[in-house]
């Protein structure tokens, strides 16, 4: 049963390069989602936030390697990734930007003010190995082979006085929350993974650094000059920030409706900040007196070559979402996240892969199936749309945009696909089983071919709604194709999802040697 009011965000990404398609496809399975809930709810029940993460000493050192004035670095790399939501047809509702939003620092040290009143916070020095990848200490034993295994680089040594935030006494509490469901990490081998985990015990984890080391970029800790809360302290509470935590005298209409009222607040992430979202920041918020989150949807990586694809990596070794969007178009890449990606096994992406799969299920299938029809309606007497176009659809279609709905808007992103799928192939029997083209030669079965064609074009018009949320650009294309115009005719036009294998193999191929060759 979806949720009468969403709430969904996706990961805020540090800055420090462009970005990847790995996050390209986090932004769509958390679009996917969003737009089928709405589909499901009343106007005004889903929001759907993104934003960035600016406050992070990865990106001053990578502003400092290249030369370039934090700001303005971090202003120009901001852009780009409000620039990708809109390259991937991504609904936010609102955006983020961490150090640019007048909402987000006063939310902050609201945060902050609340979890010292609670005790929670206390200061002590500290020496530890410092990943700037992952902006954390790592535990001792960490390591593999001297190096982080996320990012595969040796750690610094760092000695400095920190605040602390006291995560051991939230062990039970963090526990209860996931093992009784009312935190919902999803799905369950990441689950497992986070128990595992609480349940070994929890550590005080450090929550400030030194506004010397941050070369003063940061919000500085409150009473505390000398320090800049930590980046995941400050980054998560974006959450919040956006709905209003930090208006002077409390937390206004937003953080009430969409937060701290009934409905699901869901969190979008990688793989590979679960520990963040599963257990700090539920911890942080009952210090502060606050919900935690309802759910922590996890996904697994994308990978090239056998490597993850990462801002670190160059982009993902050369695959850019915006090439990859210009080549080959957004209805084919947004399929492919949705059809293939499997959601906790980490998925290999080649664009021989998108292609193949966009040209199997798009242009040769719901494609080629709304164009035989419209093809048919307009053969059919004087071209017009049979009256009976408004009636029932085929059975196996009945019914289909609102299973499809449930099904995303639950994050089965490949079941939804899969429905689509298979009611085009039961579109596809019922063409070959009634052979409305053979109807058409006679006469005396005119009103036997309207009602097959009708209830095929109905057909046809329910699956343009249920792939909506998948490839909103394809859906509008194909409702149009579908549509009567004042003269009762379906529009003339060429196909609604075009082949990329006939005569772009070359162009598949040598953009694999892009792909491969870095």
């Given at each position: ?21 790995g ?5 769509v ?81 609201r ?38 295994p ?17 995560l ?10 996931i093992?009784?469901?009312r935190?919902?990490?999803a799905?369950?081998?990441f ?39 930590y ?51 539920p ?13 922590v ?9 056998g ?50 799969r ?7 299938g ?31 279609v ?51 071919l ?30 149009d ?38």
């Open positions: 049963m979806t949720p009468t009011r969403s709430y969904l965000t996706v990961a805020i990404p540090f800055v420090n390069a462009r970005p990847h398609l996050y390209a496809y986090e932004l399975l958390a679009d996917v989602a969003a737009r089928a809930r709405r589909a499901l709810g009343p106007a005004g029940s889903v929001r759907l936030l993104g934003g960035t993460d600016e406050h992070a000493q990865k990106n001053v050192l990578a502003a400092e390697a290249a030369g370039v004035d934090t700001r303005a670095f971090v202003d120009a790399n901001a852009a780009r990734f409000v620039e990708l939501g809109a390259a991937l047809g991504v609904s936010f509702d609102d955006f983020v930007r961490t150090s640019a939003d007048p909402r987000h620092r006063p939310a902050v040290e945060l902050w003010r609340a979890v010292a009143e609670r005790g929670d916070l206390y200061r002590r020095p500290y020496a530890g190995d410092y990943c700037v990848g992952c902006e954390e200490f790592l535990a001792p034993g960490a390591l593999v082979g001297g190096v982080c996320e990012h595969g680089r040796p750690p610094e040594r760092v000695e400095e006085d920190n605040w602390f935030f006291r051991s006494a939230y062990r039970d509490q963090v526990e209860d929350l093992a009784g469901g935190l919902r990490v799905p369950e081998p689950r497992n993974e986070v128990l595992a985990f609480v349940r070994a015990g929890l550590d005080d984890v450090s929550v400030s650094r030194s506004a010397a080391r941050a070369r003063g970029w940061g919000v500085p800790v409150p009473g505390d000059p000398g320090q800049v809360v980046v995941w302290f400050d980054a998560l509470a974006n959450y919040i920030s956006a709905l209003g935590y930090g208006d002077p005298g409390g937390p206004g209409p937003a953080y009430r409706r969409w937060w701290d009222g009934a409905g699901s607040r869901v969190h979008v992430i990688g793989k590979g900040i679960l520990r963040f979202h599963a257990v700090l920041w911890a942080v918020l009952a210090s502060a007196g606050e919900p935690p989150p309802d759910e949807r996890v996904h697994p990586y994308l990978t090239a070559g490597a993850k694809l990462s801002k670190s990596a160059g982009g993902g070794a050369g695959l850019a979402p915006g090439d990859v969007i210009a080549r080959y178009g957004l209805d084919a890449l947004r399929w492919w996240f949705a059809r293939d990606v499997h959601p906790t096994v980490d998925t290999a992406f080649s664009p021989q892969r998108l292609v193949a966009a040209d199997e299920d798009l242009a040769g719901l494609g080629n199936v709304a164009g035989r029809i419209a093809t048919l309606v307009a053969r059919r007497g004087d071209g017009t749309v049979p009256p009976a176009a408004a009636g029932p659809p085929v059975a196996a009945a019914g289909l945009a609102e299973r499809t709905a449930e099904a995303l808007a639950a994050f089965d992103l490949r079941g939804g696909t899969g429905l689509i799928v298979e009611a085009v192939a039961a579109l596809n029997r019922d063409l070959e089983e009634t052979r409305p083209w053979a109807l058409a030669r006679d006469p005396a079965r005119a009103a036997q309207d009602a097959v064609l009708g209830r095929q074009l109905a057909a046809a018009r329910e699956i343009a709604a249920a792939v909506a949320p998948v490839v909103p650009e394809g859906a509008a294309r194909l409702a194709r579908l549509a009567a115009g004042p003269d009762g005719r379906l529009p003339a036009a060429g196909p609604v999802f075009p082949r990329l294998g006939d005569g772009r193999r070359g162009a598949a191929r040598r953009f694999a040697g892009v792909a491969t060759a870095r």
